[in-house]
């Protein structure tokens, strides 16, 4: 299983970026998808998450300005994220709970590659 997340990049405060993700491989199912970021220095923090049923959890720092969309078929999440400010500079890594294809297999966490988001002031 691979997560393969794009859209990373360089923008001013105030602007839109669109970051996706997509899962490849043995998946039999996705429990749930999201993004978080990590900073030089500190910890990985949760930005949104969504299940495959909807439900989706933002972290308050972006509430109202990202919104999280799952396509469950097409195994991809996608984070539009607006209203960029330089505090949301970080690299953003993609994440899924899924279970993977295999007799036996469990729900497990799996992690994309990170891409990074400047946002210039």
């Known amino acids: 299983v691979q997560l393969q997340a794009s859209g990373g990049g360089l923008v001013q405060a105030g602007g839109s970026l669109r970051l996706s993700c997509a899962a490849s491989?043995?998946?039999?199912?996705?429990?749930?998808m999201g993004w978080y970021r990590q900073v030089p220095g500190s910890e990985r923090e949760l930005v949104a998450t969504?299940?495959?049923?909807?439900?989706?959890n933002y972290a308050d720092s972006v509430t109202g300005r990202c919104t999280i969309s799952l396509d469950s078929a097409k195994k991809t999440v996608d984070l539009q994220m607006n209203s960029l400010k330089p505090e949301d500079t970080a690299v953003y890594y993609c994440?899924?709970?899924?279970?993977?294809?295999?007799?036996?297999?469990?729900?497990?966490?799996?992690w994309g590659q990170g891409t990074q988001v400047t946002v210039s002031s």
């Open positions: 994440y899924a709970h899924l279970r993977p294809n295999g007799w036996g297999a469990q729900l497990r966490d799996y």
């Open positions: 491989g043995s998946i039999f199912s996705i429990n749930s």
């Open positions: 969504i299940t495959s049923g909807g439900s989706t």
